[in-house]
């Protein structure tokens, strides 16, 4: 009869008797500790790819650490979000640190379990890309792990904020449609977004609504949930429902991509802005014109930050991006 159990996993002491060195050798290798020679290095390195052997995370954070960098992602098909783990990846580049990737669940507090789900595994530092946690939970979870925030403008001392320049972004989109000759323009936004909220989508809802009411222009939100579908939907009802808007703000380019659709399934002749400038903004099928933010760059920037706080920086740095406004053909001047 042929024994059905797996093969036991390798351990520790496997490695070693392999390699031909102590168990405190292996170890020492696997903390990347100081005096391990190359030659030893290489011995338990080769030693540890035979035996497949791989630590438990468990017995890594007990020693310290982990080597993995956790990034809440509140949106897996938004592709802003491929543009920071793109970045966040290229930095880690040459470490022994590697991210996991949490997708966050849906609802009012969204990203705070897969924040502790994160912190359950033990991370040696956590990037949260703009959940709806509130700052308390947040400080409390930075007092154990070291956090950076994205996207949102905190002002907490308790941990790092690599943000974008929503307010001028979205002064940079409303100018841009001004100066094409447009004065009744729609906000394309997510549900029951508030305006003094400290997240990005508010922030740019909140310089939409100011500057229209700066120059005496009337304000007309639609609202959608988060996606290309439900933008979509939300844009064809204000189609049906008549709107005068000539032309479209959308709070990010997934929003922006589903105006679109609706527009050229209706037949209608809006102009359309995004913001965050993903690589299919610049498809010439599409043309989207959209305010570019970095995101490579800060994702890079927040891996930064989390190593400089594993490394025992304590003070608290909270860093803004410039963005870009990138001109394309999606945006015209209205039809007389």
């Not at 007092?143 to 950076?148: D, Q, R």
Request: charged share 25%; aromatic share 6%; no cysteine.
């Amino acid at each position: 009869m042929t024994d059905a159990r797996p093969p036991r996993r390798a351990t520790i002491e496997d490695v070693a008797a392999r390699a031909g060195v102590s168990r405190a050798a292996v170890s020492k290798v696997l903390r990347d500790a100081y005096g391990v020679s190359d030659a030893m290095r290489a011995r338990v390195t080769a030693a540890m790819t035979e035996l497949n052997y791989r630590p438990s995370i468990a017995a890594r954070g007990m020693r310290g650490r982990t080597y993995t960098i956790g990034i809440e992602l509140p949106d897996l098909s938004n592709q802003f979000f491929t543009r920071i783990v793109r970045g966040a990846t290229r930095a880690l580049e040459g470490t022994p640190y590697q991210l996991i990737l949490a997708p966050a669940e849906t609802g009012t507090r969204y990203g705070f379990r897969a924040l502790e789900a994160l912190v359950d595994r033990q991370v040696d530092g956590l990037i949260a890309v703009s959940p709806r946690v509130e700052e308390s939970a947040l400080e409390r979870i930075a007092a154990s792990v070291p956090l950076v925030m994205f996207g949102r403008l905190d002002t907490s001392d308790r941990y790092d904020v690599v943000a974008g320049d929503d307010l001028g972004g979205a002064r940079l989109a409303m100018q841009h449609l001004f100066g094409l000759g447009h004065t009744r323009i729609a906000h394309l936004t997510l549900m029951e977004e508030d305006p003094s909220s400290p997240f990005p989508h508010s922030g740019r809802l909140r310089e939409y609504l100011a500057e229209m009411t700066a120059r005496g222009y009337e304000a007309e939100v639609w609202n959608a949930e988060d996606g290309q579908d439900p933008a979509y939907e939300a844009t064809r009802r204000a189609i049906e429902a008549g709107t005068r808007a000539t032309a479209v703000f959308a709070a990010h380019d997934e929003l922006a991509f589903g105006a679109m659709r609706a527009i050229a399934d209706a037949g209608a002749d809006l102009s359309v802005i995004g913001y965050d400038d993903v690589a299919l903004a610049s498809h010439p099928a599409l043309g989207l014109t959209s305010v570019d933010q970095p995101g490579e760059r800060m994702g890079a920037r927040a891996v930064e930050l989390i190593l400089e706080r594993i490394a025992g920086r304590t003070a608290a740095v909270h860093e803004i991006f410039e963005v870009e406004l990138k001109p394309r053909t999606s945006t015209r001047a209205p039809k007389a």
